[in-house]
């Protein structure tokens, strides 16, 4: 208990002042009624986001705003890595490892659309990042390769090497990222586990549940995008599961792809584990797409519920940092989705349904 005192008092302390500076939902609601883009970036002038409209304002492109919430958003990390030492601090490291991946998976596709389905990337070379993240990945080599050969090249020495070998001839041959993507999933994921697994018994407990919703939510976003574009059968699919998953295990996730007995499996694990969020059962849903929506929605509640009980529990574990990690998460999220919206024109009562 000492240790975990030493180790977490200062970072738990400085943490739980930044929560108590995330942006309340209200703000959010103000945000979802505001007259246009230009007066929801007016209205966040006193917030930490106030550096948005200035990049708006010089650039008149809100994709350049959305980079910047994504370069401090990795700073986030960063900055608190340098709190921690040893097993803590190399979780940290792992979890930076999703921005790198992200952004690889960006630059291929850039490529993809470029080289192989002859498409213009002119207004998507501007989104990626070209600085180090965790690797010297060369992303401009990357857009402008002239073959995967060359892209295996540039990132040897890299986790990613081998996977962008042994999957770029299927990419070729389907003329699909998508195998070669959940591959980088995968490894994310796997060597996130690893590094969990090196944390203490109350540390690796509380970061096995909170890595296991992300990971059900991993995969019911990627069935969503197999089952809505793909068409692929069952056992295709369930080649996809990251394991690891807190309350989606495989047979279920099968079930729930195939549709089969929904409400069913539904009603069990939500009444059992988390009967707060029993009102979202009564949701109708009208196809098998809508229903693995829903099902997004719930492991979304689960998070908050989880987040929330470790903050008024004991204070001095891992959670806290996780904790941090989700919260800001999901404000950017919602900046990001409330400012698009404002520049497609989409109705307040669609944007506040999805804060």
Request: aromatic share 10%.
């Amino acid at each position: 208990m000492a240790g975990a005192l030493s180790k977490y008092s200062f970072i738990n302390a400085k943490l739980r002042g930044r929560i108590s500076k995330i942006l309340p939902d209200e703000l959010f609601h103000e945000l979802a009624k505001s007259h246009g883009l230009e007066e929801a970036l007016a209205a966040l002038r006193d917030t930490s986001f106030a550096d948005l409209e200035e990049v708006y304002s010089s650039t008149g492109d809100i994709k350049q705003a959305e980079l910047e919430l994504l370069k401090d958003e990795i700073e986030i990390y960063r900055d608190v890595r340098k709190y921690l030492s040893g097993s803590s601090a190399e979780l940290i490291e792992a979890l930076l490892y999703q921005f790198e991946v992200d952004n690889l998976k960006n630059a291929i596709r850039l490529y993809f659309d470029r080289k192989i389905r002859k498409r213009s990337i002119d207004a998507g070379v501007h989104y990626v990042l070209y600085d180090r993240i965790i690797h010297d990945i060369p992303i401009d080599i990357i857009v402008n390769a002239d073959s995967f050969d060359e892209i295996v090249g540039v990132c040897e020495g890299t986790p990613y090497c081998q996977i962008i070998k042994k999957y770029y001839h299927t990419v070729e041959s389907r003329g699909s990222l998508y195998r070669m993507e959940i591959a980088f999933d995968h490894f994310y994921y796997d060597n996130l586990i690893k590094c969990i697994n090196k944390l203490d018994k109350k540390d690796r407990d509380i970061a096995v549940r909170l890595t296991g919703v992300e990971i059900d939510l991993q995969n019911i976003n990627w069935i969503i995008r197999l089952k809505s574009f793909y068409g692929l059968g069952l056992d295709e699919v369930m080649a996809t599961i990251v394991p690891g998953g807190l309350n989606l295990k495989k047979d279920m996730i099968g079930q729930l792809y195939s549709a089969h007995n929904v409400e069913y499996i539904l009603q069990g694990l939500i009444k059992t584990k988390y009967p707060g969020l029993s009102a979202l059962l009564g949701s109708e849903t009208s196809d098998n797409v809508s229903r693995l929506l829903l099902i997004r929605q719930m492991l979304q509640g689960i998070t908050k519920h989880e987040v929330q009980k470790i903050l008024a529990g004991y204070p001095f574990t891992i959670g806290i940092i996780f904790s941090y990690f989700i919260l800001k998460q999901e404000e950017l999220k919602k900046i990001r989705m409330i400012l698009n919206a404002k520049q497609y024109g989409i109705e307040q009562e669609r944007i506040e349904s999805m804060i």
